[in-house]
């Protein structure tokens, strides 16, 4: 694995200041977003590292703009932020360093920039939305928040051809987004939110209701657990097929992605109707092995081209 002052080198950011900007959003990567940023360091070429973490670092400071308070507040915040990038793409010039980054990045990598306009674009309905009547919203959601959210990193990898790319990203982050729903039920339900589609719980007899009910898991839950596991899990396996998509620096840290949300699910259906009270964790000790296979087998692609 390369040093990061390396990592800057190869993806030759060498403006003293410019570098800062780069050390802060990887700092801030780094602490929320632990295990996905160990695998960008060690999985995918130094010279890309950088422009993951300040494409990651750009999505993470616009969801936490509007991600809390009322509506109102967080789309006057969205259409504030909006402006703010607007203006430093055109211009080049940022104020704050997560956009210095953005900016800097794109000239690298132009086909970031109409993936931070779908991205935005798409913003407002992750505002408004706070449950889903039925699958078919969910899978709107998808579309317009989940997948524009993605592409920010997936536009980065290399992947060919476009449409068959795409596809294969959704089919992912579909499967990533229900496990987020339903492994983050507890945390969502506390802020009046709820992933999982009303007619999947009205399937098992359930009601929003029922799950904040202070009488423990309601008859039901764990039936419903086990779908949304279930679609989460075929969702999963079908990703690996993104895996033949991306260019091959990129398949270890797709594959290592992929199996690091099957140790979320894996957790997640263990944890059951306790879910109803806090989220589960993968397992650490899972998490570094699928890290430490897929660095030898990024090592050995790198050796062979050599």
């Known amino acids: 694995m390369a040093t990061w002052p390396k990592a800057l080198d190869q993806a030759e950011i060498t403006d003293p200041a410019l570098r800062r900007d780069y050390d802060e959003q990887r700092r801030l990567v780094a602490r929320y977003a632990r295990p996905e940023y160990t695998a960008v360091r060690l999985l995918l070429p130094a010279r890309l590292v950088p422009d993951i973490i300040a494409a990651t670092a ?78 078919s919203d969910f899978q709107q959601y998808v579309d317009g928040y989940s997948l524009p959210a993605f592409m920010l990193i997936a536009c980065l990898l290399g992947g060919v051809p476009a449409e068959k790319y795409v596809a294969g990203c959704r089919t992912f982050i579909e499967a990533s987004q229900r496990l987020d729903f339903l492994n983050d039920v507890a945390e969502d339900l506390s802020n009046g939110r709820l992933g999982i589609p009303e007619e999947d719980l009205a399937r098992r007899g359930l009601t929003r209701t029922d799950l904040i009910s202070k009488d423990g898991a309601p008859d039901g839950f764990r039936a419903l657990l086990r779908d949304q596991a279930q679609q989460a899990r075929s969702g999963l396996a079908a990703s690996y097929g993104l895996v033949d998509l991306v260019q091959a620096h990129s398949r270890p840290f797709v594959r290592a992605l992929i199996g690091i949300q099957g140790l979320t699910l894996r957790a997640a259906a263990r944890k059951g109707t306790a879910l109803l009270q806090g989220s589960a964790r993968p397992s650490v000790d899972a998490a570094l092995r699928i890290l430490v296979r897929e660095y030898v087998a990024a090592r050995r692609q790198r050796g062979a081209r050599q």
């Open 58 to 135: 750009f999505m993470h400071h616009s969801d936490n703009l509007i991600d809390q308070g009322p509506v109102g507040t967080r789309i006057a915040a969205l259409s504030d932020w909006e402006r703010q990038v607007h203006d430093a793409l055109e211009s080049g010039k940022a104020d704050q360093p997560v956009l210095r980054t953005l900016v800097d990045t794109i000239a690298r990598q132009p086909q970031l920039r109409q993936h931070v306009e779908d991205f935005l674009a798409g913003a407002p309905l992750e505002v408004r939305t706070e449950g889903f009547a039925s699958e």
